[in-house]
């Protein structure tokens, strides 16, 4: 039962913006939203959470759709570090984090 | 930096026999997760911890097991190891002791490899 839906790959060049695209379109009424990445060889950093309305954090920003069936992740300005596999995962209180496949996000110089 | 260490960073071992893992919390976090990441299943959940006692199981074998210690570190004990055992394990914490509603912080994890 994949819970969420996101793209295997994205493309994106430095310095641009970068919008990750997450569908949920099962979630429930109290289920959070996590974005997490992981760098090659390093484990998940957290990234950003939010309930219903959108959030910004020095990091990103995370765009919640208003009936709350898809989310996006907004990297402002792409650099080369932030190449790494992306992660949206929905999670209500007492559950764990369920990682996918994510998405891998590479950024061209 | 997440603030999280583990140890050891990297272990070879043999089949049948055991290892344990070690895991720091940040300063202040009292909820410590393992997680084990491999190749063909991707990063699973094992087991949570919230200051000293068990308080989730995940996809954990049970030739496995995990404690948190009153200076609330935690230790992953995996024996009779089999060659499928090998993966990445991470360790993560927070302050939360109710998963899936605030952010966790991973530890740089242990390669474990079986042979």
């Known amino acids: 039962d994949a819970k969420t839906t996101q793209p295997n790959s994205m493309e994106s060049n430095e310095e641009e913006p970068v919008h990750l695209p997450c569908n949920h379109s099962t979630i429930s009424g109290t289920d959070y939203i996590h974005w997490y990445r992981q760098l090659p060889s390093q484990g998940p950093e957290y990234v950003i959470h939010g309930l219903t309305s959108n959030v910004n954090n020095r990091m990103a920003s995370l765009a919640i759709a208003e009936d709350r069936k898809s989310s996006t992740l907004i990297l402002h300005r792409a650099t080369l570090r932030d190449a790494a596999v992306y992660y949206c995962i929905r999670s209500n209180a007492g559950n764990m984090l369920t990682f996918g496949g994510g998405t891998r996000l590479m950024v061209k110089p | 930096d997440s603030g999280v260490t583990q140890t050891p960073k990297h272990l070879i071992t043999a089949t049948g026999q055991r290892v344990t893992l070690r895991c720091s919390p940040r300063s202040g976090d009292l909820s410590v997760y393992w997680y084990q990441q491999s190749l063909d299943q991707g990063l699973q959940f094992l087991i949570q911890?919230?200051?000293?006692?068990?308080?989730a199981k995940g996809n954990i074998l049970e030739r496995f097991s995990a404690q948190q210690f009153p200076d609330l570190h935690s230790e992953l004990n995996l024996s009779s190891l089999e060659l499928g055992d090998s993966a990445l394990y991470f360790c993560?914490?927070?302050?939360?002791?109710?998963?899936?509603?605030?952010?966790?912080?991973f530890g740089p994890g242990t390669r474990l490899t079986v042979t």
């Open positions: 911890y919230y200051n000293g006692e068990e308080r």
């Open positions: 993560a914490s927070s302050v939360h002791g109710v998963a899936g509603v605030g952010e966790q912080y």
